[in-house]
C-alpha cells in the first residue's frame, strides 16, 4: 500500500500533524501551496482566507511535488476556516480520481464548529473512511491531539 499524506497549513498546525500521521505510517508528504501568497497578518488572513470559503474561490495550486496517481491512498489535511475546509484542499479535490484515494482526513481548528465543513468535503470524498478534529495549539484542549492522532492512525491501520 503506497500511502501519500497532503496537507496545506498557513501556521504550521496541520503541517505538524502530517509529519507525525506521515511518519507513523511511513508514508510520502506534500504540502499544498496557492500561486498566491496569504497575507502574513492574521486580521488580513481573516478577510481574505473568510471570503475565498465565502464565496467557494478554488484557487491556482503551485505545482504539486509528488505524483498522485501513483499513490494507492491518501490522507489529507485541512485546517478550518470560516467552518469549512481550506480553498487549497477544494483546488486539490477538483481532480475526482484525486478524491476517490482520500480514505482519511484529518481538520485543524481553532477550536469552532467543524460539522459544516465535513458535511461539505466528505461529498467530494466517495471512499472517506476516518476522520478526526483536532485543535490548534493555542487552545488548552490541543494536549488531546497526540491521543487522538494515534487513534487515527490505528483506524487507517
Ligand atoms: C482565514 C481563517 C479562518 C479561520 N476560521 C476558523 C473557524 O471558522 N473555526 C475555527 O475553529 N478556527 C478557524 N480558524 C483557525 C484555524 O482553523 C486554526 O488556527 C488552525 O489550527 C490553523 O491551522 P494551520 O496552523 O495549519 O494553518 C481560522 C483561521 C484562519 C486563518
Request: proline share 4%.
Amino acid at each position: 500500500m503506497k500511502r501519500l499524506v497532503v496537507y496545506y497549513s498557513l501556521s504550521g498546525n496541520t503541517r505538524e500533524a502530517a509529519e507525525t500521521i506521515a511518519r507513523a505510517l511511513e508514508a510520502d508528504l506534500m504540502e499544498l501551496e496557492t500561486e498566491k501568497s496569504m497575507p502574513k497578518n492574521f486580521a488580513a488572513q481573516i478577510i481574505v482566507g473568510g471570503g475565498q470559503v465565502a464565496f467557494n474561490h478554488i484557487p491556482k495550486l503551485k505545482p504539486l511535488t509528488k505524483d498522485v496517481a501513483s499513490y494507492d491512498e491518501i490522507i489529507l489535511g485541512s485546517p478550518i476556516w470560516n467552518s469549512k475546509g481550506v480553498p487549497a484542499v477544494n483546488a486539490f479535490l477538483q481532480d475526482e480520481e484525486t478524491a476517490k484515494k482520500v480514505t482519511s482526513l484529518f481538520f485543524l481548528s481553532g477550536g469552532g464548529e467543524v460539522e459544516k465543513g465535513l458535511t461539505a468535503i466528505t461529498k467530494l470524498l466517495p471512499n472517506l473512511k476516518n476522520t478526526v478534529s483536532l485543535l490548534d495549539k493555542k487552545h488548552a484542549d490541543s494536549k488531546n491531539n497526540d491521543e487522538k492522532i494515534k487513534e487515527f492512525i490505528g483506524q487507517i491501520g
